[in-house]
């Protein structure tokens, strides 16, 4: 398995600090000057020339210091996976300002805000043309975007935005080719907090899609405002090793989900392998929630819920939010299962084992305790059971069921369940 580039990565500002520090230190060794020796008197000269470069040393601290915030969407942005709404999955075309701001008051009074829910981010559909500037503008759907940022902003949550390397977005709107600086200054006036940078056409030629990539990125970085960078690409060149080093803080790992068992749990148990990948300020992104719009049964949603958790994927949430049953709320909502999505050590979680179309999952957590779940792809209900040794638990440990928020009890080497037909149980395990 190869490392991850980006874990080799310093932080840019411990970078420059660290710069700063270096040339001191080779003042000091006098490697970095050589005036001739003759001209010094020994080390009061020295203490004379350390004094007059004080000046120069301060600047370069502070330099460092107040580069931070333009160097945040590196890492900063998304310690923990963003978790949000996008308008794609439920509205695609069909969305405007007036639903926009319905969706975000919806997340504040359905307590999605209150779960964790930030994010209001517009996909495709919104962009017009450029003016003779060559500044982009949005359509007629979208009268005042700076207005409408602001609203969502007055709620307390982010707002984000979509946009295409290309020439043209996926729907065929006006995408940033040629335009990534202008496009980005305009986003970070509008108050723009998350950027979805996604192109359609696969090309040839690795180096010029992730040359694209880096462009959006250096252009966010010099507005200086932290902007979550999401990358979305469908996984090609495997995205996964580099997404990182051009700035992204997640990245699509797959085509397309659908508002179905069979396209979500392909795309979501296809997850395995990628874990090494992921951490914090850098997911991988198995693509939106389709929870609350109807398509799966309720085991269905669970699972997307359970297996996203588990894989500490971005949570944006993809239906209507002025349109939720109790149970959607309840699914999207539970603090215990979020979490394990949001659970600071980042760690993606992985298969343990399979057995045919029954297949367990663990994800470590920060505590020290396992979350497994035990999911059945097949459509009618099994037994099916953990062995200790295989999630690295010795011995006894005590167990708690997430969804029914229940502690279940002690258990000694093993943890057998009921699971329903493409349903899941999930547990954490702690051992004794
Ligand atoms: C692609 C993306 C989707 C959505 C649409 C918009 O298909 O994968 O998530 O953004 O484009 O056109």
């Known amino acids: 398995m190869h490392s991850l580039d980006a874990g080799q990565q310093q932080h840019p500002v411990n970078a420059s600090l660290l710069f700063c520090l270096r040339i001191r230190i080779a003042f000091r060794n006098r490697t970095l000057y050589s005036f001739p020796a003759r001209e010094f008197d020994g080390r009061r000269a020295e203490r004379q020339t350390m004094k007059r470069l004080r000046p120069l040393f301060t600047a370069l601290f502070f330099c460092a210091l107040f580069a931070c915030p333009s160097f945040a969407q590196q890492s900063d942005v998304a310690p923990t996976p963003p978790m949000g709404w996008n308008s794609?999955?439920?509205?695609?075309?069909?969305?405007?300002?007036?639903?926009?701001?319905?969706?975000?008051?919806?997340?504040?009074?359905?307590?999605?805000?209150?779960?964790?829910?930030?994010?209001?981010?517009?996909?495709?559909?919104?962009?017009?043309?450029?003016?003779?500037?060559?500044?982009?503008?949005?359509?007629k759907k979208f009268p005042d975007m700076k207005a409408l940022a602001d609203y969502v902003h007055s709620l307390g949550l982010k707002f984000g935005i979509y946009s295409s390397p290309a020439g043209k977005t996926c729907a065929g709107y006006t995408g940033s080719r040629d335009h990534a600086q202008q496009d980005a200054e305009t986003y970070a006036k509008w108050g723009v907090d998350y950027l979805k940078y996604d192109w359609c056409q696969r090309p040839g030629d690795p180096e010029r899609l992730k040359a694209a990539y880096e462009e959006m990125h250096q252009a966010l970085l010099k507005t200086g405002r932290p902007i979550v960078y999401s990358l979305c690409e469908y996984g090609w060149f495997q995205v996964w090793r580099w997404g990182a080093s051009v700035g992204g803080n997640l990245w699509r790992t797959t085509g397309d989900v659908s508002d179905n068992y069979w396209a979500m749990s392909n795309i979501g148990f296809g997850q395995n392998g990628l874990q090494n990948f992921a951490g914090p300020g850098h997911w991988n992104d198995p693509d939106m929630l389709e929870v609350g719009n109807g398509g799966m049964s309720e085991d269905g949603y669970r699972t997307q819920m359970s297996l996203w958790s588990i894989l500490a994927a971005p949570l944006m949430a993809g239906n209507d939010l002025t349109k939720m049953t109790p149970y959607t709320i309840e699914l999207l909502t539970n603090p215990e299962v979020i979490s394990v999505d949001q659970d600071p050590l980042g760690k993606q979680g992985y298969r343990v084992a399979q057995e045919g179309p029954l297949e367990i999952w663990m994800k470590p957590m920060a505590d020290g305790s396992k979350v497994v779940g035990l999911f059945n792809r097949q459509t009618t209900a099994d037994p099916m059971t953990v062995n200790f040794d295989e999630i690295g638990v010795r011995g006894e440990a005590t167990i708690r069921d997430l969804w029914l928020r229940k502690d279940l009890g002690t258990f000694k080497d093993k943890f057998s369940a009921y699971v329903p037909g493409q349903g899941v149980v999930l547990v954490r395990i702690k051992e004794k």
């Not at 300002?97 to 359905?110: F, L, N």
């Not at 829910?117 to 060559?134: F, L, S």
């Open 88 to 139: 794609w999955n439920h509205f695609a075309g069909r969305i405007d300002d007036q639903i926009v701001r319905e969706q975000a008051k919806a997340m504040v009074t359905s307590g999605l805000k209150k779960a964790g829910y930030k994010y209001i981010v517009i996909d495709d559909t919104w962009a017009g043309d450029r003016d003779a500037q060559g500044f982009i503008q949005p359509n």
